[in-house]
């Protein structure tokens, strides 16, 4: 499901200093439900002037090839992707690893059903806590504003992406119950 912080979660790791200084090559890529391999490839190896497939495969794969390599596919919609895209990731001893976000539980199953992460969306109360935190800067929400508050959290259903982006527009209005 979208929005339930998937990408969220793959970017903290990607970007954590500690994770990446132990891969030699690092590559994040959205990979999206129209995927285009050559795009996807182009985007990986930060070249716009190849345009074959073929050579952007075999470039990529002498890039990673006997390095350590961390590679994040975001937003991968279909096995037939992965399909295109695996053949270029060659297989070695180094302990490369790859992280890809889906929001198809059959592709996620597919890929690595031991190694797979399902994002469950935010209960009520979790919702509240991230919004009024959120909202207040991590003060106490006033008396006042709690129910509406709560009320707000609920209807963003668990969704980490709609409580994130209801806080930006609640911390820059009128804290004030008619608002």
């Known amino acids: 499901m979208g929005g339930s912080g998937k990408t969220t979660l793959a970017k903290k790791v990607y970007e954590d200093l500690e994770i ?18 050559r795009k996807i490839l182009q985007d990986i190896l930060d070249d716009k ?13 002498h890039e990673i090839f006997n390095r350590r390599y961390f590679i994040v596919l975001d937003d991968l919609w279909s096995m037939e992707a992965w399909e295109e895209l695996a053949i270029r ?3 070695n001893t ?5 992280i890809v976000t889906t929001r198809d539980f059959t592709v996620a199953g597919s890929l690595s059903p ?5 994002m469950d969306l935010l209960d ?16 106490d929400c006033p008396d006042e504003l709690q129910d509406i508050g709560r009320d707000i959290a609920r209807n ?8 994130i ?15």
């Open 20 to 37: 990446r200084k132990k891969f030699e090559r690092c590559y994040w890529v959205t990979v999206s439900q129209d995927h285009d391999v």
């Open 49 to 61: 002037n190849t345009y074959e497939i073929r050579d952007l495969g075999t470039k990529l794969y």
């Open 89 to 91: 990731f060659p297989e």
């Open 94 to 98: 180094k302990r490369s690893r790859i």
């Open 114 to 118: 031991a190694y797979s992460h399902k």
């Open 124 to 139: 009520e109360e979790t919702s509240w806590d991230l919004l009024s935190k959120q909202v207040f800067d991590g003060e």
């Open 156 to 163: 963003c259903k668990g969704l980490s992406i709609s409580i």
């Open 165 to 179: 982006t209801i806080c930006g527009l609640l911390s820059r209005s009128d804290r004030t119950p008619e608002y």
